[in-house]
């Protein structure tokens, strides 16, 4: 039953960050929207303070390889483009399909892993998974838009 549960609010913060993303392509890119995400989501570290999310270290990084494999994904989809004389986030395709993907991915894992991994340990794990998807996935982010303001500066002030 609490797998049901937590692949329900995995589906519903999936059609969030959806949401989120179609709706931050309209507006321009900084370099606080691209960073602030994962420093939020860092937050999380404190359940490990709970014996219950404790997590060996094996666990800790399988958890960690798979995530950041993961990331590649997102990243080879996150692109910036000058809009306005203003840079943007792109909006992909295949960046929902991706998303999906993954989702459908992690509620397969959860349901198999869930027969062998405590509950306790198995949310730690997929906590692990997307902080070390999202931390490489929001640095290839800020690398990329930092390159791109630089073009953008030296295309209107070439003095630079």
Request: no cysteine; charged share 15%.
């Amino acid at each position: 039953m609490l797998t049901v549960v937590s692949s329900v609010i995995a589906v519903a913060m999936a059609l969030f960050v959806l949401f989120i993303r179609f709706k931050s392509s309209k507006k321009p890119a900084t370099a606080k929207k691209i960073i602030l995400p994962p420093l939020f989501m860092s937050t999380g570290a404190l359940m490990f303070i709970h014996p219950f999310f404790r997590v060996t270290i094996s666990e800790f990084f399988e958890a960690l390889l798979i995530g950041m494999f993961f990331s590649i994904f997102l990243i080879k989809t996150s692109n910036f483009e000058i809009r306005d004389n203003q840079i943007y986030l792109k909006r992909s395709k295949a960046f929902a399909f991706i998303l999906i993907g993954l989702l459908i991915i992690r509620i397969i894992m959860k349901s198999f892993l869930s027969n062998t991994i405590d509950v306790g340990e198995l949310s730690g794990m997929f906590w692990i998974l997307a902080f070390g998807m999202i931390v490489p996935w929001r640095i290839a982010m800020y690398r990329s838009f930092l390159r791109v303001q630089k073009e953008h500066q030296m295309q209107t002030n070439p003095k630079l």
